[in-house]
């Protein structure tokens, strides 16, 4: 972070009652910098949610990124997106492409390849949370607008999708087609343990909630609203189909077909014809 070639930057380091010496290592951090780092540090664990909305109740300037503890700007990062922002107004987000690597080895896993075009905040509702929180800066004011904080449900579950699909109900967001953070891939984080849960079913939890929160939410996703939900008990259907448990697949997926019936109906014909072509073909 310190290594980036945006200088003008304020670091806030919040440290949630670490108890392996990292208080003292950022206590070091604030004393070499000066006035560019600041520790916000507590004695009672609260998750991270609710420290990144301490870091935000305490951060001063214009943008906001967070870096989680495990991950790695690359040195342009905040340079490039600051331009976006600097540039066009109605952007209210910007976000990059990344890559994991393991932590043991260093070897890279999976660099993306996200799509940035079409209306962000369908995709996001109907995809997914397919942006890393460690590749955003968005504006502070956008963040304001719909209330300042984040949303502190299930530990850390969703806080970042939810944030997503919030600012792009006011913004424009916008990819820096950029590799600009890399993420640690190592058997102790915490994305680790939810992809042992079917977080699909969270996330249309999740999606019911924006909806209920800002009403406003209906209008401007129109028949996508459906759309997201069925699409999301797709995924839960698949996860659990991968894990053998056929039933509780059976359950998700005629759920998600029911609230797409067309969708659901042109999708069984497809697979009929697939089918009938291999018939023939095998004749």
């Known amino acids: 972070m310190l290594a980036q070639t945006y200088s003008d930057v304020e670091h806030v380091l919040v440290d949630d009652a670490s108890t392996d010496g990292t208080r ?24 991270p949610t609710r420290r990144r909305n301490d870091a935000l109740a305490a951060a001063r300037g214009r943008y906001i990124g967070w870096l989680d503890h ?42 993306s390849h996200i799509d940035g075009s079409g209306d962000l905040l369908r995709r996001l509702y109907v995809e997914g949370c397919f942006i890393a929180s460690s590749t955003v800066l968005f504006r502070a004011e956008a963040l304001a607008r719909r209330g300042g904080q984040l949303r502190e449900r299930d530990f850390s579950f969703g806080d970042d999708h939810f944030l997503w699909l919030t600012l792009a109900l006011d913004w424009e967001g916008v990819l820096v087609d950029e590799v600009v953070t890399r993420l640690r891939v190592h058997e102790a984080q915490e994305t680790q343990r939810l992809g042992r849960s079917n977080s699909y079913l969270w996330s249309i939890e999740l999606l019911r909630e924006l909806v209920a929160t800002y009403p406003d939410a209906a209008a401007k996703l129109g028949r996508d609203r459906r759309r997201g939900i069925a699409h999301h008990y797709g995924y839960a259907a698949a996860y659990e189909l991968q894990r053998g448990r056929r039933r509780a697949a059976a359950r998700y997926a005629l759920a998600g077909a029911s609230r797409t019936p067309l969708e659901a109906g042109g999708y069984a014909a497809r697979r009929l014809r697939n089918r009938l072509r291999r018939f023939q073909s095998e004749r």
């Open 70 to 111: 495990d991950d790695l700007w690359l040195p342009r990062k905040l340079e490039l997106q600051v331009a976006v922002l600097e540039e066009r107004q109605q952007v209210g987000f910007v976000y990059g492409q990344y890559e994991r690597f393991d932590d043991a080895t260093g070897e890279v896993l999976e660099r």
């Open 24 to 47: 003292a290592i950022l206590d070091d951090y604030a004393r070499r910098n000066g006035e560019r780092v600041r520790v916000v540090a507590f004695d009672e664990r609260a998750g």
